[in-house]
């Protein structure tokens, strides 16, 4: 089973600012299969990331990933109000699709 | 419009069973693989269970192995996941999921509560 950590575990920013949130694997994800997901209050996830660093349908290009083999990044350039959340990364290469432990977007 | 509603969860025993159920529409549900995804009240996301698209092959956390099974009627676009045994950490909210790896669609969840 491949374990995803994530880092910070909390993250406090302003708005504006540049948000840059770690997904470290403990072995290779292979074939870049890491997505990254945005989850507010009360609502289910939204996928923003997939093939580690390609967007998802109708996600801004505020939102970028980058990174391969065991260590990934979720940047927002310029967050906006409506950014601060939950964010997880999930590798999807085989069963179990394992998900890291999230990371809290606050405002500062 | 793809659309996945979960059945109504509740609040269960513990050493209790519950049968959730997720009604798909808007795309040919026999040609997705489907999964359930939790999440404990104030926690992360724990994948919990997947199956293919054709219902042969199925996968599960070992959370949850030997308690759940995961099984799907393509006539009736329905997912299901049969919870045996729960514990009181078995206690979240599950969602379906269209896909069983990368997952662009989800259900708005339903919360399984398990407690005496």
């Known amino acids: 089973e491949i374990v995803l950590t994530q880092s910070p575990g909390t993250l406090s920013l302003s708005p504006g600012e540049r948000g840059t949130l770690s997904c470290r694997a403990s072995?290779?994800?292979?074939?870049?299969?890491l997505a990254w997901y945005q989850q507010k209050p009360g609502q289910a996830p939204r996928l923003l990331i997939y093939?580690?660093?390609r967007r998802a349908t109708g996600i801004p290009d505020r939102f970028s990933g980058s990174g391969s083999g065991t260590d990934f990044t979720l940047t927002i350039s310029r967050l906006e109000p409506e950014d601060f959340a939950l964010y997880f990364c999930q590798q999807y290469v085989s069963p179990p699709n394992t998900f890291g432990q999230g990371t809290k977007l606050e405002i500062k | 419009e793809v659309q996945l509603v979960e059945s109504v969860g509740g609040l269960v025993q513990p050493g209790g069973s519950l049968r959730l159920s997720c009604a798909a529409s808007?795309?040919?549900?026999?040609?997705?693989?489907m999964s359930w995804v939790r999440q404990a009240p104030g926690k992360g996301l724990e994948w919990v269970s997947g199956i293919s698209g054709n219902g042969q092959n199925t996968y599960y956390a070992d959370s949850v192995k030997g308690r759940f099974t995961i099984s799907r009627d393509n006539s009736k676009n329905t997912l299901f996941l049969q919870m045996n045994s729960l514990r009181a950490e078995d206690t979240a909210v599950y969602y379906c999921a269209r896909n069983s790896g990368l997952v662009a669609y989800w259900g708005q969840g339903t919360l399984v509560t398990v407690s005496s």
């Open positions: 093939g580690a660093s």
């Open positions: 808007g795309f040919t549900f026999s040609d997705y693989a």
């Open positions: 072995q290779s994800v292979s074939s870049n299969y």
